[in-house]
T-cell receptor, first 111, second 115 residues
Framework: SQTIHQWPATLVQPVGSPLSLECTVE??????LYWYRQAAGRGLQLLFY??????ISSEVPQNLSASRPQDRQFILSSKKLLLSDSGFYLC??????????FGPGTRLTVL | AQSVTQLGSHVSVSEGALVLLRCNYS??????LFWYVQYPNQGLQLLLK??????LVKGINGFEAEFKKSETSFHLTKPSAHMSDAAEYFC?????????????FGGGTRVLVKP
Protein backbone atom coordinates (compact mmCIF):
# COMPACT_ATOMS: atom_id res chain seq x y z
CA SER A 1 0.00 0.00 0.00
CA GLN A 2 1.04 3.58 -0.52
CA THR A 3 2.08 5.74 2.38
CA ILE A 4 2.98 9.38 2.41
CA HIS A 5 5.13 10.95 5.12
CA GLN A 6 5.67 14.56 6.01
CA TRP A 7 8.02 16.12 8.51
CA PRO A 8 8.22 17.91 10.67
CA ALA A 9 4.65 17.74 11.94
CA THR A 10 4.85 21.20 13.47
CA LEU A 11 7.33 24.03 13.09
CA VAL A 12 7.70 27.47 14.58
CA GLN A 13 10.14 29.75 12.78
CA PRO A 14 11.08 33.42 13.00
CA VAL A 15 10.52 35.78 10.10
CA GLY A 16 13.49 35.76 7.76
CA SER A 17 14.63 32.25 8.62
CA PRO A 18 14.93 29.47 6.02
CA LEU A 19 12.49 26.63 5.60
CA SER A 20 12.68 23.04 4.48
CA LEU A 21 9.69 20.70 4.56
CA GLU A 22 10.02 17.17 3.36
CA CYS A 23 7.56 14.76 1.84
CA THR A 24 8.28 11.16 0.93
CA VAL A 25 6.07 8.50 -0.60
CA GLU A 26 6.31 4.75 -0.19
CA UNK A 27 4.75 1.97 -2.19
CA UNK A 28 4.66 3.62 -5.59
CA UNK A 29 7.03 4.73 -8.29
CA UNK A 30 7.10 7.84 -10.44
CA UNK A 31 4.18 9.46 -8.64
CA UNK A 32 2.78 12.88 -9.41
CA LEU A 33 3.44 14.90 -6.29
CA TYR A 34 1.76 18.06 -5.03
CA TRP A 35 2.26 20.72 -2.36
CA TYR A 36 -0.79 22.52 -1.00
CA ARG A 37 -1.18 25.20 1.61
CA GLN A 38 -4.12 25.95 3.87
CA ALA A 39 -3.99 29.37 5.41
CA ALA A 40 -6.23 30.18 8.36
CA GLY A 41 -9.84 30.47 7.21
CA ARG A 42 -9.00 29.68 3.62
CA GLY A 43 -9.27 26.64 1.42
CA LEU A 44 -6.53 24.62 -0.17
CA GLN A 45 -4.17 26.37 -2.51
CA LEU A 46 -2.01 24.33 -4.86
CA LEU A 47 1.56 25.62 -4.66
CA PHE A 48 3.62 23.22 -6.75
CA TYR A 49 3.30 19.95 -8.55
CA UNK A 50 5.84 17.57 -10.02
CA UNK A 51 5.46 14.82 -12.60
CA UNK A 52 9.02 13.55 -12.24
CA UNK A 53 12.52 14.06 -10.86
CA UNK A 54 13.65 17.62 -11.35
CA UNK A 55 10.32 18.66 -12.90
CA ILE A 56 8.52 21.33 -10.91
CA SER A 57 5.56 23.45 -11.90
CA SER A 58 4.72 26.48 -9.83
CA GLU A 59 1.12 27.52 -9.54
CA VAL A 60 1.42 30.87 -7.83
CA PRO A 61 4.22 33.41 -7.49
CA GLN A 62 5.43 33.39 -3.93
CA ASN A 63 8.23 33.22 -1.48
CA LEU A 64 8.54 29.45 -1.71
CA SER A 65 10.27 26.96 -3.99
CA ALA A 66 10.08 23.21 -4.45
CA SER A 67 12.48 20.52 -5.52
CA ARG A 68 12.27 16.85 -6.34
CA PRO A 69 15.72 15.35 -5.92
CA GLN A 70 14.50 11.75 -5.93
CA ASP A 71 11.55 9.92 -7.41
CA ARG A 72 9.61 9.73 -4.15
CA GLN A 73 10.88 12.84 -2.40
CA PHE A 74 9.40 16.30 -2.65
CA ILE A 75 10.82 19.25 -0.75
CA LEU A 76 9.31 22.66 -0.07
CA SER A 77 11.76 25.44 0.76
CA SER A 78 12.15 29.09 1.43
CA LYS A 79 15.26 31.23 1.87
CA LYS A 80 13.49 33.81 4.05
CA LEU A 81 10.12 33.18 5.62
CA LEU A 82 7.39 35.80 5.75
CA LEU A 83 4.55 36.04 8.25
CA SER A 84 2.17 35.21 5.42
CA ASP A 85 3.86 31.84 4.95
CA SER A 86 2.17 30.55 8.09
CA GLY A 87 -0.29 27.76 7.42
CA PHE A 88 -0.87 24.06 7.15
CA TYR A 89 1.17 22.46 4.37
CA LEU A 90 -0.04 19.29 2.76
CA CYS A 91 1.79 17.00 0.40
CA UNK A 92 -0.17 14.68 -1.87
CA UNK A 93 0.44 12.09 -4.52
CA UNK A 94 -1.78 10.81 -7.29
CA UNK A 95 -2.31 7.11 -7.77
CA UNK A 96 -3.06 5.10 -10.89
CA UNK A 97 -6.77 5.70 -10.46
CA UNK A 98 -6.26 9.45 -10.34
CA UNK A 99 -7.08 9.76 -6.68
CA UNK A 100 -4.94 12.11 -4.65
CA UNK A 101 -3.79 10.86 -1.28
CA PHE A 102 -2.66 13.35 1.31
CA GLY A 103 0.00 13.26 3.94
CA PRO A 104 -0.63 14.24 7.57
CA GLY A 105 0.51 17.81 7.01
CA THR A 106 2.97 20.24 8.59
CA ARG A 107 1.71 23.13 10.72
CA LEU A 108 4.03 26.10 10.15
CA THR A 109 3.86 29.18 12.34
CA VAL A 110 6.03 32.13 11.40
CA LEU A 111 6.54 34.64 14.22
CA ALA B 1 -9.79 25.86 -16.53
CA GLN B 2 -11.58 24.49 -13.52
CA SER B 3 -13.28 26.04 -10.55
CA VAL B 4 -15.30 24.81 -7.60
CA THR B 5 -17.77 26.69 -5.47
CA GLN B 6 -18.98 25.37 -2.15
CA LEU B 7 -22.03 27.20 -0.91
CA GLY B 8 -21.73 27.91 2.80
CA SER B 9 -18.44 27.96 4.63
CA HIS B 10 -20.15 26.70 7.80
CA VAL B 11 -23.08 24.33 8.23
CA SER B 12 -24.69 23.40 11.53
CA VAL B 13 -26.86 20.30 11.80
CA SER B 14 -28.44 18.40 14.63
CA GLU B 15 -27.38 14.85 15.34
CA GLY B 16 -29.63 12.55 13.33
CA ALA B 17 -30.56 15.22 10.80
CA LEU B 18 -29.78 15.29 7.10
CA VAL B 19 -26.40 16.62 6.07
CA LEU B 20 -26.35 18.45 2.73
CA LEU B 21 -23.20 20.11 1.44
CA ARG B 22 -23.41 21.91 -1.87
CA CYS B 23 -20.78 21.90 -4.59
CA ASN B 24 -20.91 23.42 -8.04
CA TYR B 25 -18.09 23.16 -10.52
CA SER B 26 -16.91 24.33 -13.89
CA UNK B 27 -14.58 22.30 -16.03
CA UNK B 28 -13.20 22.46 -19.56
CA UNK B 29 -12.94 18.66 -19.70
CA UNK B 30 -15.34 15.90 -18.59
CA UNK B 31 -15.12 16.25 -14.83
CA UNK B 32 -13.72 13.88 -12.31
CA LEU B 33 -15.17 15.03 -9.00
CA PHE B 34 -14.12 14.32 -5.45
CA TRP B 35 -15.20 14.95 -1.89
CA TYR B 36 -12.61 14.96 0.86
CA VAL B 37 -12.99 15.25 4.63
CA GLN B 38 -10.44 16.84 6.94
CA TYR B 39 -10.40 16.41 10.69
CA PRO B 40 -8.52 18.98 12.78
CA ASN B 41 -4.79 19.05 12.18
CA GLN B 42 -4.92 16.10 9.83
CA GLY B 43 -4.54 15.57 6.11
CA LEU B 44 -7.44 15.09 3.74
CA GLN B 45 -9.22 11.76 3.40
CA LEU B 46 -11.14 10.79 0.30
CA LEU B 47 -14.86 10.29 0.95
CA LEU B 48 -15.97 9.47 -2.56
CA LYS B 49 -15.37 10.22 -6.20
CA UNK B 50 -17.16 10.39 -9.52
CA UNK B 51 -15.32 9.50 -12.69
CA UNK B 52 -17.72 7.97 -15.18
CA UNK B 53 -20.80 5.76 -15.10
CA UNK B 54 -23.36 5.84 -12.31
CA UNK B 55 -24.10 9.38 -11.29
CA LEU B 56 -24.96 8.49 -7.70
CA VAL B 57 -21.81 7.51 -5.90
CA LYS B 58 -21.54 6.11 -2.42
CA GLY B 59 -18.59 6.71 -0.18
CA ILE B 60 -17.34 5.95 3.25
CA ASN B 61 -19.10 6.80 6.51
CA GLY B 62 -22.55 6.73 4.91
CA PHE B 63 -22.00 9.66 2.58
CA GLU B 64 -23.12 9.81 -1.00
CA ALA B 65 -23.08 12.37 -3.79
CA GLU B 66 -24.93 12.79 -7.05
CA PHE B 67 -23.34 14.13 -10.21
CA LYS B 68 -25.78 16.33 -12.15
CA LYS B 69 -24.24 17.47 -15.38
CA SER B 70 -27.12 19.78 -16.30
CA GLU B 71 -26.71 21.61 -13.00
CA THR B 72 -22.90 21.29 -12.86
CA SER B 73 -23.34 20.09 -9.30
CA PHE B 74 -21.97 17.37 -7.07
CA HIS B 75 -23.73 17.79 -3.74
CA LEU B 76 -22.78 15.61 -0.77
CA THR B 77 -25.41 14.12 1.51
CA LYS B 78 -25.76 11.88 4.52
CA PRO B 79 -29.21 10.92 5.81
CA SER B 80 -28.37 11.05 9.51
CA ALA B 81 -25.55 13.08 11.01
CA HIS B 82 -23.31 11.66 13.70
CA MET B 83 -21.18 13.63 16.09
CA SER B 84 -18.13 12.12 14.37
CA ASP B 85 -19.10 13.87 11.13
CA ALA B 86 -17.94 17.19 12.55
CA ALA B 87 -15.10 18.15 10.23
CA GLU B 88 -14.30 20.25 7.20
CA TYR B 89 -15.36 18.99 3.79
CA PHE B 90 -13.82 19.87 0.46
CA CYS B 91 -15.17 19.37 -3.02
CA UNK B 92 -12.64 19.14 -5.84
CA UNK B 93 -12.53 18.78 -9.61
CA UNK B 94 -9.64 17.25 -11.50
CA UNK B 95 -7.97 19.02 -14.37
CA UNK B 96 -6.67 17.58 -17.59
CA UNK B 97 -3.75 15.17 -17.87
CA UNK B 98 -1.85 17.82 -19.78
CA UNK B 99 -2.15 20.05 -16.73
CA UNK B 100 -0.79 17.41 -14.38
CA UNK B 101 -4.19 16.13 -13.27
CA UNK B 102 -4.27 18.88 -10.70
CA UNK B 103 -7.15 19.12 -8.31
CA UNK B 104 -8.93 22.41 -7.86
CA PHE B 105 -10.61 22.63 -4.48
CA GLY B 106 -13.55 24.57 -3.23
CA GLY B 107 -13.19 26.78 -0.20
CA GLY B 108 -14.41 24.08 2.15
CA THR B 109 -17.46 23.72 4.38
CA ARG B 110 -17.03 23.25 8.09
CA VAL B 111 -19.73 21.04 9.60
CA LEU B 112 -20.81 21.40 13.21
CA VAL B 113 -23.00 18.67 14.65
CA LYS B 114 -25.19 19.62 17.59
CA PRO B 115 -26.29 16.98 20.09
Amino acid sequence: SQTIHQWPATLVQPVGSPLSLECTVEGTSNPNLYWYRQAAGRGLQLLFYSVGIGQISSEVPQNLSASRPQDRQFILSSKKLLLSDSGFYLCAHRDFFNEQFFGPGTRLTVL
Amino acid sequence: AQSVTQLGSHVSVSEGALVLLRCNYSSSVPPYLFWYVQYPNQGLQLLLKYTTGATLVKGINGFEAEFKKSETSFHLTKPSAHMSDAAEYFCAVRGSKAAGNKLTFGGGTRVLVKP
